[in-house]
């Protein structure tokens, strides 16, 4: 399986490995005199005077690593505009590698709220790796700050200790289906996508909405997770089937392998290719090159967003780390939004009085456009139909407008 290319990490100028972060922030506490963890306790024990420890879990190896990275950015950039500190707060990040999936991801993750105590723990990309955390956060009253994991099942029921900046998986499929169906014309379509809880919830999502208006499928192929290389003999299934459009999700290193042999089999001109968006997100998208000219895609960012808040925000990313930023970056940014709403409002910074305080933060001035919460902890949003378009001599997802949902 290939990686992502290494240009992309080679342009990065300030990014700080998360560990050399977590070293930074102590650095930052000790050069101002924060309080010690030994004196006062830990943010997880609520101490209030202190530094507030926060988690930072994301993938830093394996097919997701490149999203971990966008995601360590834009949190970093949140921290740097508002020197270093959420809610008035000193804050000491203590980072996890979530790996590639949940036998790396749940061990990792649970550490720092077992061992290390931190007050509310930011991160996880992966569905089946949040799915087998979940328990571990409400029973032990810790928040967890989705950050990019969409399943469906970590909001529904919601949790006082579950929270997602990102999406859920069924909305993102969802929100494309009428248009593609209406785009087809009756034409079928085939299905497909990672063979874990994320690419099946963002099938279904697509399906559900896709048929109820009209839409015909060809056929379905579930591809295995993180193992998949060659996608030939799926691709051979398209063409036999008289599919004219196939949808999928893949995101990192997947997508990348997907597009480029989706378009070297021959398909890119005949088979309109559709996905959530990940499939042609940041690092993807440069390794994809010209193989993903044309794909469209659902989701609720893209870089090339007009608007005076996107703006800005790309200007600050580009500034510091020297690419554009994705959907990665700006759930993670956001995240850090969500929290310096909460940490300035607690009683105290347990993670129960995180918890407590999350419940009253109110509008999020984000990238995407502002956002708040909706009654399950997701962001109520709105979705657009990209596409992958050459702008300015540059490959980028055009936003061709905003969905129906
Ligand atoms: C997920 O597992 O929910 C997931 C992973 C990567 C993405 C999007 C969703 O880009």
């Not at 100028?13 to 490995?17: D, E, F, V």
């Not at 993938?59 to 997701?64: D, I, K, Q, R, T």
């Given at each position: 399986m290939s990686a992502l290319p290494a240009g992309r990490g080679a342009r990065r100028?300030?990014?700080?490995?998360p560990t050399a972060l977590a070293a930074a922030s102590l650095l930052m506490l000790a050069a101002c005199g924060g309080g010690s963890l030994s004196e006062g306790g830990g943010g997880g024990e609520g101490d209030d005077s202190g530094p507030v420890k926060i988690g930072l879990a994301l993938?830093?190896?394996?097919?997701?690593s490149s999203l971990g990275e966008d995601m360590e950015q834009g949190f970093q950039l949140y921290l740097d505009e508002n020197e270093d500190q959420l809610g008035g707060r000193d804050i000491e990040i203590i980072s996890a590698d979530e790996g590639e999936t949940p036998q790396t991801g749940v061990p990792a993750t649970t550490k720092l709220v077992?061992?290390?105590?931190?007050?509310a723990v930011v991160g996880i990309v992966n569905s089946a790796t949040a799915l087998g955390l979940k328990d571990t956060f409400v029973q032990s009253e810790v928040p967890l700050i989705i950050a990019n994991a969409g399943a469906d099942d970590l909001t529904t029921p919601p949790s006082p200790y579950i929270w997602r900046t990102s999406f859920t998986n069924g909305q993102v499929g969802e929100a494309l289906g009428a248009a593609v169906a209406e785009e087809l014309g009756g034409d079928p379509i085939y299905l497909m996508a990672a063979d874990y809880a994320a690419g099946h919830e963002s099938v279904d999502g697509f399906r559900e909405s896709f048929t109820a208006a009209g839409g015909k499928i060809a056929g379905e192929a579930f591809t295995p997770f993180?193992?998949?290389?060659?996608?030939q003999p799926y691709l051979n299934k398209v063409r036999s089937s008289g599919a004219k459009a196939v949808y999928v999700f893949y995101a990192g290193a997947e997508a990348v392998n997907f597009v480029k042999q989706y378009d070297a089999f021959g398909l890119g001109d005949n088979i309109q290719l559709y996905g959530a968006?990940?499939?042609?997100?940041g690092g993807a998208l440069d390794a994809q090159g010209k193989s993903a000219l044309g794909v469209r895609t659902s989701l609720h960012y893209s870089n090339l967003l007009d608007s005076e808040r996107n703006a800005q925000f790309v200007e600050a990313y580009e500034a510091a780390y020297n690419e554009p930023p994705t959907v990665y970056a700006v759930q993670a940014y956001d995240a850090a939004a969500v929290l310096d709403q909460a940490i300035e409002s607690a009683?105290?910074?347990?993670g129960a009085g995180l918890a407590e305080a999350l419940e009253g933060v109110g509008e999020i001035d984000s990238p995407r456009g502002t956002w708040s919460f909706d009654e399950n902890h997701n962001p109520d949003q709105p979705y657009y139909q990209r596409e992958v378009q050459e702008v300015d001599g540059v490959l980028g997802n055009a936003v061709l407008g905003e969905l129906e949902q």
């Open positions: 100028t300030r990014g700080l490995a993938p830093l190896s394996g097919v997701y077992t061992q290390d105590q931190v007050s993180g193992t998949t290389s060659d996608w968006g990940f499939l042609t997100e009683e105290s910074t347990d």
